[in-house]
């Protein structure tokens, strides 16, 4: 019965969706809420972010109008992120004609890709990497050329990017810092990029939605601020990470005017515009004090450290991140060879639910051994999440 309505969807869905099937974030956040565990697989807070920003939500929304918002989004949030451009890197960027807010940096990805490719494009991914970006440029009609980071240290692999470049290379797909090996790629790797971008006449999109989570003194160099990309690369981010309100979906997409129109004409068909009241809200949120964002990396810091900790002591190899919210844990040392078992395994006999990092390879070089743990949770979640894992491991 299930086999025959599998056979049926297939039938349905589109061609260039058809590899890709439903999201390992849906899979695993669906059997954590099954058996009740501790939900360290998808990135999400279990707590909201500053109460300000959320009773400026409200105030909007009782004030209205609630009407459309204008395509481009709303003055107040354009000139609130190039502010924020401006204040962290340093940087002028034009917020009428640079800046387009989207759903979330996941629509602004969309609107990029849509509005860049043609069939035939070549895009190069670096894997592992964020579910969304391949099914989406598949979306697009694009042949998809895969690079992979390798551990134990996921640097820039230089010699496999020489490869994959060639004139067909329409864009790469970045992301830093990144989901899932905790990686923020120096000056110096992304000048690297650059270079080939310019040889090869291409664009850089760069998914920046953890830029401010970044630890141990390191700096996030957003691709805006690399020689050589600032008229050829498209910065999307958004709001989710940084104001912990995952659920609201604000991001933007910052490209230079020409490329940005190129954004905001598949943009205004795939939603034409965002939540009016919402942005308003996180127009606000952005301008939060230098206190808010120093509070935000030291709570992060000491919850990173202490999973870390936690996770080496009860034997999993860990790969300390940069930045981001995530761990990397090889699962090896505790016996066991196939991620995507243990992982669909783990929150019935375990009580925690974790991502198995296979989902986010899709070339040959796939490994199968990494585990994603995430630590945008309260001290007492991860506490109870080790808890947990600590019992299964010492009574099977
Ligand atoms: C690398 C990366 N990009 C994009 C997103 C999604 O961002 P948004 O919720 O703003 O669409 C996530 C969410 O986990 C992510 O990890």
């Not at 042949?143 to 060639?166: G, H, K, M, N």
């Not at 990396?297 to 080496?312: I, K, P, S, V």
């Not at 990092?357 to 990494?370: D, E, P, Q, V, Y």
């Not at 001290?379 to 600590?390: A, N, V």
Request: net charge neutral.
């Amino acid at each position: 019965m299930a086999e025959k309505r599998n056979k049926r969807e297939k039938k349905v869905g589109a061609k260039a969706l058809r590899p890709f099937g439903t999201s390992i974030f849906t899979e695993m956040t669906s059997l954590a809420n099954a058996y009740h565990a501790i939900n360290l697989s998808q990135g999400f807070p279990d707590f909201d972010g500053p109460e300000a920003v959320k009773a400026k939500a409200a105030e909007a929304i009782m004030a209205g109008p609630n009407q459309y918002a204008p395509s481009i989004g709303i003055p107040e949030l354009r000139h609130a992120v190039a502010r924020k451009m401006m204040r962290f890197h340093g940087l002028a960027v034009d917020a009428d004609e640079e800046i387009t807010i989207t759903s979330g940096a996941t629509e602004g990805l969309c609107a990029t890709l849509l509005g860049l490719l043609d069939p035939g494009d070549e895009v190069i991914l670096m894997e592992p990497c964020f579910d969304t970006y391949a099914p989406i440029s598949a979306l697009a009609g694009a042949t998809i050329r895969y690079v992979s980071l390798i551990p134990p240290d996921f640097s820039l692999p230089r010699e496999e990017l020489l490869r994959a470049f060639s004139p067909r290379t329409k864009a790469i797909i970045l992301n830093t810092p990144h989901n899932p090996t905790g990686r923020v790629f120096s000056m110096e790797e992304l000048s690297f990029v650059a270079s080939l971008c310019e040889r090869y006449d291409a664009y850089a999109i760069s998914d920046e939605v953890y830029e401010h989570l970044v630890y141990a003194g390191r700096k996030h160099v957003t691709l805006l601020s690399v020689p050589g990309l600032r008229e050829r690369s498209f910065v999307i981010s958004s709001t989710g990470k940084t104001l912990s309100m995952t659920g609201w979906k604000q991001g933007w997409v910052i490209a230079a005017p020409e490329l940005s129109r190129a954004v905001r004409t598949s943009h205004q068909h795939i939603i034409f515009c965002g939540q009016s009241a919402l942005q308003k809200a996180v127009a606000f949120g952005i301008d939060s004090s230098d206190h808010y964002y120093t509070q935000l990396l030291e709570d992060y810091t000491r919850r990173g450290q202490w999973l870390c900790n936690a996770l080496q002591e009860l034997g999993f190899r860990v790969y300390l991140p940069e930045g981001a919210y995530y761990i990397l844990v090889d699962i090896t040392p505790l016996g066991f060879d196939d991620d995507l078992a243990f992982c669909r395994m783990l929150p019935e006999k375990a009580g925690v639910a974790a991502i198995p990092c296979s989902a986010f390879w899709n070339n040959g070089k796939r490994i199968r051994t990494l585990v994603r743990f995430c630590f945008c949770k309260k001290d007492e979640t991860l506490q109870e999440g080790i808890r947990r894992l600590r019992k299964w491991l010492e009574t099977g």
